[in-house]
């Protein structure tokens, strides 16, 4: 199996927390990777030597400033709003179907697949932890890296 059952998953609490509990039927839909299956999507398509977003080397497609554009979102602001909806500007510049596969990678041993409607809905449970993720696709070019600035890069992966 390459997943963890949610209740094994150490950041679990941020899809139950009280103040913002996932309903039961749409946290089947949140599926934290094993290690080695996050080790290698991560190797694949993040960094091959990098463990997490601090460390990543110049050769890493995160890094390279042509890969982002030049004005970041606030994604905080709406975070703290009680508005639920992702900014506004993330979803002008992600144009994906709900049904597509989302990997939100938080480290190397640290990812989540769900699909875009499940991130877009409950963005803000996936951000409780800001330590700069990255949200990628499968057979999706585009890319968010959120920083715990509050600001969001939006990009393309080369």
């Known amino acids: 199996m390459s997943y963890l059952p949610l209740d094994q998953y ?10 913002m509990p996932v309903p039961a039927e749409d946290l089947e839909a949140i599926k934290p990777m094993d290690q080695a299956r996050s080790a ?17 080397s110049s050769s890493d497609w995160p890094m390279k400033s042509g890969n982002w554009a030049a004005e970041t979102v606030n994604w905080m602001s709406a975070w703290e709003s009680d508005d639920e909806q992702l900014p506004e ?10 049904d597509v596969t989302v990997y939100f990678c938080y480290e190397k041993y640290n990812i989540i697949e769900t699909k875009w409607s499940i991130f877009k809905k409950y963005w803000k449970n996936f951000l409780f932890y800001d330590d700069g993720p990255i949200l990628i696709a499968r057979r999706r070019s585009e890319a968010l890296w959120f920083a715990d600035n509050g600001q969001v890069k939006l990009g393309k992966r080369d």
Do not use: G, M, V, Y
């Not at 150490?10 to 103040?19: A, D, G, L």
């Not at 500007?89 to 709900?98: K, T, V």
């Open 10 to 19: 150490q950041r679990k609490w941020i899809f139950t927390h009280q103040s």
């Open 40 to 56: 290698q999507l991560w190797k694949d398509n993040i960094s091959a030597q990098s463990p997490d977003a601090e460390r990543l």
């Open 89 to 98: 500007e993330i979803l002008q510049f992600i144009d994906w179907q709900d």
